[in-house]
């Protein structure tokens, strides 16, 4: 989205929110599960994992419950068999929307989102109707805390491989190819360099102007989809209006 680094500070705040709840820690939960189901629970052969683990420390989730996570990823206390789905679709002013879960019952997540699609004059996409618009990459924020130099961390961002970086008022946002995501989380956070999130996204290729009626609306849709357990992220071409940034 437009500004989208201050975007990611807005959705960053509501996942502090979020985990107060304990709805991150379930979504996050479920990655770990999912990863190491997918690819081992050694996390130095198992980037996903790694990557995973990372935003787990970074949300403050306790030990116990990511020991939790591992012990269900590898059978303990017969755990879920998550399925990874994508849904496309279209949102308020024809913004294309990409719509992860993790699910082990695809027919109650189906209805969830189509039920919130509905409700903010949304539907569903074919496949490949909307994921064309979108190039998966990773983000890696960095907060301009006080005595953070922004342009050191934009320096050792590019030592370690980034693609892009953009210097906000209050924080940089680095962006890499997805291979070299955790390559060059490892390299910034080796260089002192104080990570507040890392992860993947879909990060649009062209962007759709709303007026600000859609884009409040748009907003509620966002909010209702991601308070879905089954959600992991919702992803957009939405260019919001400053004046609705402003006012979250």
């Not at 024809?94 to 879960?101: E, N, P, Q, T």
């Not at 879905?228 to 940034?245: F, M, R, T, W, Y």
Request: proline share 3%; hydrophobic share 45%; aromatic share 4%.
């Amino acid at each position: 989205m437009a500004g989208h680094s201050k975007w990611s500070q807005i959705k960053r705040q509501k996942g502090v929110a979020d985990a107060k709840r304990g709805q991150l820690f379930t979504k996050i939960g479920r990655e770990i599960q999912a990863a190491a189901r997918r690819s081992g629970l050694n996390p130095n052969d198992n980037p996903s994992l790694r990557l995973a683990l990372a935003r787990a420390k970074q949300a403050n989730m306790p030990k116990g419950t990511i020991e939790r996570a591992l012990a269900r990823a590898a059978g303990a206390g017969g755990g879920e068999d998550w399925e990874e789905i994508r849904y496309e679709a279209y949102g308020p002013g024809g913004v294309a929307l990409l719509i992860d879960a993790l699910t082990d019952n695809r027919n109650r997540t189906a209805a969830d989102v189509r039920a919130a699609l509905t409700k903010y004059n949304g539907n569903l996409g074919a496949t490949g109707s909307v994921a064309w618009a979108f190039e998966p990459c990773g983000i890696v924020v960095v907060d301009l805390a006080e005595g953070v130099d922004a342009d050191n961390v934009a320096l050792e961002a590019i030592d370690a491989g980034a693609a892009d970086v953009t210097i906000d008022e209050t924080l940089v946002e680095v962006r890499t190819a997805l291979a070299d995501l955790e390559a060059v989380r490892h390299g910034m956070s080796g260089a002192g360099v104080a990570i507040a999130s890392a992860e993947t996204v879909m990060r649009p290729l062209n962007q759709i102007a709303l007026e600000e009626a859609d884009a409040r609306t748009l907003l509620r849709l966002v909010e209702q989809l991601e308070e879905l357990d089954d959600i992991q992220s919702v992803h957009s071409n939405a260019d919001l209006p400053e004046s609705v940034l402003t006012e979250l």
